[in-house]
């Protein structure tokens, strides 16, 4: 998730530093891609038929213990999010302060409207799952979240009962569960299976194919949404291609960066309704919006991509 890179076009890390980011992320998009007239795809939320972007931010590393000067380039990460065209926002209660971080970022900059907000929370109990919530909404600053999830099931038995009850109450949109520990997949395929959630949320990379195999075909049978975790693995993906460059024929479907290479190859999956690679970095931000626009990926192009990283 953490990981250092520069591609043609973009400012520099440094350069990004020494501006002290006071170009507006807008500016950014237009002058570095130079992308106006391609927007970013979107994929229906198959429950709703809403439309969400297939790129969003994850913030479990960047977002939970950020000073102020951090706080300040986070925000130009969020608005780097939303003026490229995205607007789904993945946090947790059990990121440290993110939620605080994000919360306040949003009010700031009256973002709020524009945003798709997910949380999770762990709910051992219905009166600790009631507290945890609504604590949660008050570190986000707002009275409902678009999604809520429960957070790392590991149990076959658990219920989304209680999160059914706060959708019909209006404090959330949507709900889903997550996990990323390949041992509680059978858990939760069994409660995809029972519950038939609104959301999926599992992790899933280029060199992490595990959920393939049984989450995103449960999904797909009961019409779920799927974000995946961890897209671009645990910087592993990048170390696999150090010193390497981008093959030419990804052009084809309009990958330039590595980046874009790991998340499109994700996206060629008619399963995978959004990404959400985690980031603390408006450049790399801006890169990672960069998959969500043009062509993806066929069936064949993937097997081809699998190859390249396989090598």
């Not at 213990?65 to 300040?72: G, I, K, L, T, V």
């Not at 009256?110 to 008050?138: M, P």
């Not at 038939?196 to 992790?203: R, S």
């Amino acid at each position: 998730m953490a990981r250092e890179r520069s591609f043609s076009g973009i400012p520099s890390r440094r350069h990004v530093l020494t501006l002290g980011f006071a170009a507006s992320a807008a500016a950014m998009i237009r002058a570095a891609l130079g992308q106006a007239d391609k927007s970013l795809v979107t994929r229906p939320i198959p429950h709703s038929g809403e439309q969400l972007p297939v790129i969003g931010l994850g913030t479990a590393v960047a977002f939970p213990s950020a000073n102020e000067a951090q706080r300040q380039v986070l925000a130009k990460v969020i608005d780097a999010l939303i003026e490229g065209g995205g607007k789904l926002i993945d946090t947790a209660s059990t990121y440290g302060h993110a939620e605080t971080v994000i919360g306040g970022i949003l009010d700031a900059s009256k973002a709020r409207g524009r945003t798709f907000l997910a949380t999770k929370i762990e709910v051992r109990s219905a009166k600790a799952g009631a507290d945890e919530f609504q604590h949660s909404l008050q570190q986000l600053r707002t009275d409902k979240v678009d999604l809520l999830q429960l957070h790392n099931v590991s149990r076959a038995g658990q219920s989304l009962s209680q999160l059914r009850d706060w959708k019909s109450a209006g404090r959330c949109r949507y709900i889903g569960i997550t996990s990323t520990f390949p041992q509680d997949y059978g858990a939760m395929e069994a409660i995809i299976k029972r519950e038939k959630p609104d959301f999926v949320q599992v992790d899933y990379s280029m060199d992490n194919r595990g959920a393939e195999k049984r989450i995103l075909p449960a999904a797909a049978d009961a019409g779920s949404a799927v974000l995946t975790a961890l897209p671009l693995g645990h910087t592993s993906l990048f170390r696999a291609v150090r010193g390497k460059t981008v093959p030419e024929w990804a052009k084809d479907f309009d990958a330039t960066t590595w980046a874009q290479f790991f998340l499109k190859f994700l996206l060629g999956n008619p399963n995978v309704t959004a990404v959400i690679p985690g980031t603390g970095n408006p450049e790399h931000m801006i890169d990672n919006l960069g998959a969500g626009r043009g062509r993806m990926p066929d069936a064949q192009q993937r097997e081809k991509m699998a190859a390249v990283l396989n090598a």
